[in-house]
Nanobody
Framework: QVQLVESGGGLVQAGGSLRLSCAASGRTFGSYAMGWFRQAPGKEREFVAA????????YYADSVKGRFTISRDNAKNTVYLQMNSLKPEDTAVYYCAQKTYASSYFSLNSYNYWGQGTQVTVSS
């Protein structure tokens, strides 16, 4: 069993920054790719960013490219999402997830363990 616990969410003004963390326990963290997703009220959960098991490859949604950075520390079993230049449209609950060996990094169906989420609110 895998447990994922997100932290670091909060209220920030537009243009500000936040750093989300996701601490993992359970099966070998360093063997699996990880992803961040978000869900705004009334909308479907959407892909934000993902990182390969080694950290050598990253993927981003077009809406966050150049503003968000995903990283991981396998020694600490933690994945991060640095969010800069935040916009009101970034307001959502942010979830981290552990990927299966499915090919797509972008699909929700490729992830089988999810955290409980952390709220990010960006005021204008």
């Amino acid at each position: 069993q895998v447990q994922l616990v997100e932290s670091g969410g909060g209220l920030v003004q537009a243009g500000g920054s936040l750093r989300l963390s996701c601490a993992a326990s359970g099966r070998t963290f360093g063997s699996y790719a990880m992803g961040w997703f978000r869900q705004a009220p009334g909308k479907e959960r959407e892909f934000v960013a993902a990182i390969s098991w080694s950290g050598g490859t990253t993927y981003y949604a077009d809406s966050v490219k150049g503003r968000f950075t995903i990283s991981r520390d396998n020694a600490k079993n933690t994945v991060y999402l640095q969010m800069n230049s935040l916009k009101p449209e970034d307001t959502a609950v942010y979830y981290c997830a552990q990927k299966t060996y499915a090919s797509s990094y972008f699909s929700l169906n490729s992830y089988n363990y999810w955290g409980q989420g952390t709220q990010v609110t960006v005021s204008s």
